[in-house]
């Protein structure tokens, strides 16, 4: 039974990761907006004919951005790169929360594969340790008869005790990794300061435009202002849609996406305990599909609102929210046209 259940958990692994890898396609025209940005490296795009895809970033409240308020930059894939996005070096392609390179399953186990990788290398620590106990069994009564330990008894009794261990050890970190709604990457990236592009509320926007004084910086999507069609000579006019986005900065180690140790666990591998041991139902992070953020965002996001005076309530911490925004004058830019300060 237990052979069963293995062989349909890597099947469903090995599919996924074969199939559904989770790969960020590319934008049909990413030529369009290649000019070097002054002072940024080779391939960045331009600020006044930025490539297409914008508007899948700014259709929400929040996304992660660069200091300057736009999406990340993939110089390699030539596109911007979705929230929680990392560039697999071995494919040379960017995937969609990346945990890492496996090649035991030939293929990259990110977000459509996590849950599967939980659950297979469970099941083989399973049967690992059963087979361990099954020939630490048998070459414990043999030895009684013979009075001798035969050497290919001990190397039946290493194999699985080392695939035991590799296989827990790797479940374990990986369940870690779930309950903290983070991947092997980001845990690894340490604690870095993230930068997002928060939207601010219309009543509020119209305080900062009388004179309210703020202190991040400000960025207005789209990012190419609508000329007046009444009068094409004046000053271009903004968009009826335009959006305008706060750059703030989360604390070195903050998660923006930590939802509490159980929901953590539920959005990766299901809301009921049967999901958690069998392999039918996908992750229902895979299926969210929210208006805030591309990935449901935990109570973090609150606080640093109301921090920045975008949210009714006072700041717990002005100090920590002058940090962000000095931390946000260093790293952003000064020559976007769209981008206050």
Known sequence: MLLLIIAAVYTRLLLTVSFRPGFIEKEADTERGEENEPGKPKGYPSLETPPPGLEKFYKYDVFVSEGTGRPIWCQNCKHWKPDRTRHCSELDKCVSKMD???????????????????????????????LLVVFAYYTAERSKYDNQIVVHWIVFIAVPAFLGLFTFVMCCSSSWLAMQNSTSVEHLAGKKSLTIAVRIPPHIEKELDNGQPRSYKTVTYPLTPMTNPDDPSSTPAPS??????????????????????????????????????????????????????????????????????????????????????????????????????
């Open 100 to 130: 890492h390179y496996c090649p035991w399953v030939g293929g990259v186990v990110a977000e459509n594969s996590f849950k599967w990788f939980i659950q297979f290398t469970g099941y083989s620590a399973l049967m690992a340790i059963f």
């Open 240 to 341: 009826p849609d335009a959006r305008t986005f706060a750059v703030l900065h989360t604390k070195p180690g903050d998660n923006l996406w930590d939802l509490g140790y159980l929901q953590n666990w539920r959005s990766v591998m299901g809301n009921h305990v049967w999901e958690w041991f069998l392999p039918v139902t996908r992750s229902p992070a895979v299926l969210y599909q929210g208006t805030e953020s591309a990935y449901q965002l935990g109570p973090l996001i609150d606080e640093m609102k109301r921090e920045a005076g975008l949210l009714p309530g006072n700041g717990t911490s002005e100090k920590r929210h002058r940090r962000r925004s000095k931390s946000g004058e260093k790293s952003g830019s000064t020559d976007n046209p769209n981008l206050q300060s």
